[in-house]
């Protein structure tokens, strides 16, 4: 008569390795692969929220003033000179004769740097939801790292708002990265910059889809290898 046993560890140890180095290979590329992947997903879905909810115009030749609604805005080169207690700022922007060169960061937790010459982006932003648009003029703050942003809008109903935040908070409002990028002329992304990098053949094609790829085939080899492994055997 045929007796059936399960296959032990002991007795079957070339299909018992072959299932724990599959699977801790699979596991080791998908631990490496996913979290890179998934910020990538993430970014193309703020991208296109972002630009679905909103649409800007950029404004890339200075015309002055620049004249929105009631009010008239320039943005000029700045002649002041940089004290101890007084950083640099290149361009002088005034409104309506306003002049607000000097951000307000009270509040913020931030400090001022002395700034090397950066440029100053002005667009049209459009909100979608609200069906409503303003002037919005966006500048880099801080000298290195660039981390400190300011957004000077111009409503139609005349109000002046300013926001002066860091990149860290640059989420949201998901508009402050459209406008970020326009005024530093580089390309920002809204979590990380995962799909900014330089395309070639390591980033992203080798890594991380070829690894990710190769993380699910391993560790579906070492789950179906770990089954077969539990199946009965037959004994004479």
């Known amino acids: 008569?045929?007796?059936?046993?399960?296959?032990?560890?002991?007795?079957?140890?070339?299909?018992?390795?072959s299932a724990r180095f599959c699977g801790v290979t699979g596991t080791v590329?998908?631990?490496l692969s996913l979290p890179v992947l998934i910020l990538m997903i993430l970014e193309l879905w703020a991208s296109q929220?972002?630009?679905s909810a909103y649409q800007i115009e950029p404004v890339f030749d200075f015309k002055m003033p620049i004249t929105f609604g009631s009010h008239r805005i320039n943005i000029q080169p700045s002649t002041k000179?940089?004290?101890?207690?007084?950083?640099f700022f290149p361009y002088r922007i005034t409104i309506d004769e306003a002049d607000l060169t000097l951000p307000d960061v009270a509040g913020t937790g931030c400090t001022l740097m002395q700034t090397q010459p950066n440029r100053v982006g002005a667009a049209i932003?459009?909100?979608?939801?609200?069906?409503?648009?303003r002037l919005t003029i966006t500048q880099g703050l801080s000298a290195w790292p660039r981390d400190l942003y300011r957004i000077i809008?111009?409503?139609?109903?005349?109000?002046?708002?300013?926001?002066?935040?860091?990149?860290?908070?640059?989420?949201?409002?998901?508009y402050r990265v459209m406008l970020m990028s326009l005024s530093a002329r580089v390309t920002m992304g809204f979590y990380s910059e995962v799909l900014n990098g330089w395309p070639s053949c390591i980033y992203?094609?080798?890594?991380?889809?070829?690894?990710?790829?190769?993380?699910?085939?391993?560790?579906?080899m070492g789950i179906v290898k770990w089954r077969r492994c539990q199946r009965p055997v037959q004994k004479l």
Do not use: C, N, W
């Not at 932003?125 to 648009?133: G, I, M, R, T, V």
């Open 29 to 31: 590329l998908l631990a």
């Open 1 to 17: 008569m045929r007796k059936l046993s399960y296959a032990t560890q002991s007795k079957q140890p070339r299909f018992t390795l």
């Open 49 to 51: 929220y972002a630009y």
């Open 81 to 87: 000179v940089a004290s101890d207690d007084m950083p």
């Open 125 to 133: 932003l459009a909100d979608q939801k609200l069906q409503s648009k």
């Open 153 to 174: 809008s111009v409503h139609p109903d005349g109000s002046i708002t300013q926001e002066v935040f860091t990149s860290a908070e640059r989420q949201s409002p998901m």
């Open 204 to 220: 992203p094609i080798f890594y991380p889809f070829a690894t990710g790829l190769l993380g699910v085939v391993f560790t579906s």
